[in-house]
Every structure is written in C-alpha cells, then in structure tokens.
C-alpha cells in the first residue's frame, strides 16, 4: 500500500529552529509537497520538491532525498503566526497526490 | 489574488437529506478536486474533473456524485446523507495537467450530519 508518515504533533519555542520530517513509501514519485494549514482555514502551498536537495524559501526550506524516501521541511526564526498544521504529499506514478495526516506544529513563546 | 469560494462554512443536516455543496474558482482553472479531511487521515481525494462535464472518481466516491456544468463550478452531492459523512470538505482547483501543479484550497465546508 502507499503510505505518508509525519509526527502528529511537535512543539517548539519562538525564535527556534524546527524540523517536520516525512517519510513516504508510494508506487513512483512525480514530486513531494508541503502545504500549511492554520486551523480553520484553507491548505496553502509551501513547497514543490522533485529532485534530490534543499530549496530555501525565506525562513522556508525543504528538503528531499528520493533514495530515501524522505522529505522534511525547515522552518528558522519561528513565529507565532507559524503555528499551524503542515501537510505532507507525494505525487505517485499515476500522479494521484497521497497525503499524510500533517504534523501540528505548537509555537510558544 | 486567486480565490476558490466554496458555499457554506458550515452545515447541520439530517440523516436521509440531499446536500449540495458548491465550489467556484475564478482562476480559469481545468482541474478541480473535492476531499474530505477528519483527524488523524490524511487529505481523502472524493471526485476531480480535468475538465467542463468531466469527472473521475476518486479514493472514496461511495455515497457522493458531483457536476460540472461550468468550468469555474464543481458541485458535489450527497444523495441521502449519513452520519459517517460528518466531516471537513475542502474543495481544491490546479491549472495544468492533472495535480502536477499547485493546489488552490477553498476554506472548507464542515458538514454535520444528525
């Protein structure tokens, strides 16, 4: 079967670097997204990975290793207005999207 | 900015009853998509259509249809809704070919069923 593995939740302090990992087993790979979903609103896109490497966006960075199986998104100086949902997809060979169930990400202060 | 509008927030309906759910883009998108979301699953894809009076199923179509009559409208439909399609409903539209491309959320549509 396929399968998307993310932490449920993780906590971190303002100011702090935190790290959201994703493990992925799917029939082919076409791509890996992350989304942002703060709660009550809307999935927002973050980030597009298809090759192998680390794509910086701001305080944004994602990271993939196709060889591996996983991704992980890198969120520096956080704020409280980064606390939200991340979710994790894969593109599969018949580029349907398989997401994960999205880590909750707690900021305090 | 890009805008996918879904209809209701939120909705209370009774066991047996028909609901209509509607969504609209005003991005000139071809695709468009409808899934559910409940705690501790992964995003569930229902329907997508690439296309104006196009539709495939999704992962989990059972109890749900849809249309698409216009390219900035998918509707979806609960023909007699039950109490295990309690849920968040986001409708979702890319340009491009299939889901290659960046999905654009609407901001959800929580349906209680009684």
Same mark, same amino acid.
């Given at each position: 079967?396929?399968?998307?593995?993310?932490?449920?939740?993780?906590?971190?302090?303002?100011?702090?670097?935190?790290?959201?990992?994703?493990?992925?087993?799917?029939?082919?790979?076409?791509?890996?997204?992350?989304?942002?979903?703060?709660?009550?609103?809307?999935?927002?896109?973050?980030?597009?990975?298809? +090759?192998?490497?680390?794509?910086?966006?701001?305080? /944004?960075?994602?990271?993939?290793?196709?060889?591996?199986?996983?991704?992980? =998104? =890198?969120?520096?100086?956080?704020?409280?207005?980064?606390?939200?949902?991340?979710?994790?997809?894969?593109?599969?060979?018949?580029?349907?999207?398989?997401?994960?169930?999205?880590?909750? =990400?707690?900021?305090?202060? | 900015?890009?805008?996918?509008?879904?209809?209701?927030?939120?909705?209370?309906?009774?066991?047996?009853?028909?609901?209509?759910?509607?969504?609209?883009?005003?991005?000139?998108?071809?695709?468009?998509?409808?899934?559910?979301?409940?705690?501790?699953?992964?995003?569930?894809?229902?329907? /997508?259509?690439?296309?104006?009076?196009?539709?495939?199923?999704?992962?989990?179509?059972?109890?749900?249809?849809?249309?698409?009559?216009?390219?900035?409208?998918?509707?979806?439909?609960?023909?007699?809704?039950?109490?295990?399609?309690?849920?968040?409903? +986001?409708?979702?539209?890319?340009?491009?070919?299939?889901?290659?491309?960046?999905?654009?959320?609407?901001?959800?549509?929580? +349906?209680?069923? +009684?």
């Amino acid at each position: 079967g396929q399968n998307i593995d993310q932490p449920t939740e993780m906590t971190a302090t303002e100011g702090a670097i935190v790290q959201i990992n994703c493990t992925y087993q799917t029939s082919g790979f076409n791509g890996l997204f992350w989304y942002q979903q703060h709660a009550g609103e809307a999935p927002t896109f973050l980030s597009y990975n298809v +090759l192998d490497g680390l794509e910086e966006k701001g305080r /944004f960075s994602s990271f993939l290793s196709r060889s591996k199986g996983y991704s992980y =998104l =890198l969120l520096k100086e956080l704020q409280m207005k980064d606390s939200a949902s991340y979710l994790c997809a894969v593109l599969d060979s018949n580029y349907q999207l398989i997401w994960g169930a999205g880590t909750k =990400l707690i900021i305090k202060p | 900015d890009v805008k996918v509008t879904q209809s209701s927030r939120y909705l209370v309906k009774r066991t047996g009853e028909k609901v209509f759910l509607e969504c609209v883009q005003d991005m000139d998108h071809e695709n468009m998509f409808w899934y559910r979301q409940d705690p501790g699953l992964g995003l569930r894809l229902i329907y /997508f259509s690439y296309d104006v009076k196009m539709k495939e199923k999704g992962d989990i179509p059972e109890g749900y249809s849809v249309s698409r009559e216009k390219k900035e409208r998918f509707s979806l439909i609960l023909e007699s809704a039950s109490t295990n399609q309690t849920s968040m409903y +986001l409708c979702a539209s890319s340009s491009g070919q299939g889901t290659t491309g960046e999905l654009f959320f609407g901001e959800g549509s929580r +349906l209680t069923v +009684l």
